[in-house]
């Protein structure tokens, strides 16, 4: 069974470029949510997209906006990055959305805003 | 006021200890509990979850609910020094996961 993966493992931008992640989500699972984690934070929730549908947002601005594909697979998109937007991003799949489906996470993409 | 609050320690104890990690929460409502363990530079790794109150076992790990109290709490028994790693309390409510702060634990041989 082949977990979560993300893309790329690290990444550096400067402040006003745009950004793509990516996430395979683990085989089987159809939902796939996005955290952004701050040095000594715990996970903070962006968004949650259910076969294919955005249902559930933090509160994140608009230009963090993604996709979620056929194969629930995902992207997180930010545009105009700024300084703070440094960060662990964090891609968790589950097997179906609710309470009683945990979240399984990737090992994350670490961004830097310079 | 947050919906999961964590004590962020951190934490270390001996080789052998039994260690508490507590997180406190805002709504008696919310019934889907977890703790992850997260070691440096990876993602999340689901420890224990549990539903409604009570207590769970797995091994060494122990997950306790206490819904009057708003309470949740991880029992580590004989912890070990791969335990140590940072220990993240989440909760779940209307399609989202909330997330303590984390309590760093360090287990010293």
């Known amino acids: 069974e082949t977990g979560v993966t993300q893309s790329p493992t690290h990444l550096i931008k400067t402040r006003g470029q745009q950004v793509t992640l990516r996430c395979s989500s683990q085989s089987g699972h159809n939902t796939v949510s996005w955290y952004q984690q701050a040095l000594g934070q715990g996970p903070q929730f962006i968004f949650q997209y259910y076969r294919e549908e955005e249902n559930g947002r933090g509160n994140f601005p608009p230009r963090f906006s993604g996709l979620q594909f056929p194969n629930y697979s995902s992207e997180l998109n930010v545009n105009a990055l700024e300084l703070d937007d440094s960060a662990l991003y964090l891609c968790?799949?589950?097997?179906?959305?609710?309470?009683?489906?945990?979240?399984?996470f990737g090992n994350g993409t670490r961004l830097t805003v310079t | 006021q947050k919906e999961v609050e964590q004590d962020p320690g951190p934490l270390s104890v001996p080789e052998g200890a039994i260690v508490s990690l507590n997180c406190t929460y805002s709504n008696s409502a919310f019934q889907y509990f977890m703790w992850y363990r997260q070691y440096s530079r990876k993602g999340p790794e689901l420890l224990m979850y549990?539903?409604?109150?009570g207590n769970k076992e797995d091994g060494r790990f122990t997950a306790q609910v206490d819904k009057s109290s708003k309470y949740i709490s991880l029992f580590i028994r004989d912890s070990q020094p791969s335990d140590s790693a940072t220990y993240l309390c989440?909760?779940?409510?209307?399609?989202?996961?909330?997330f303590g702060s984390g309590t760093k634990l360090n287990v010293k041989p």
């Open positions: 989440a909760i779940y409510n209307f399609n989202k996961f909330y």
């Open positions: 549990t539903y409604s109150s």
């Open positions: 968790a799949s589950s097997l179906d959305q609710g309470g009683d489906s945990p979240l399984h």
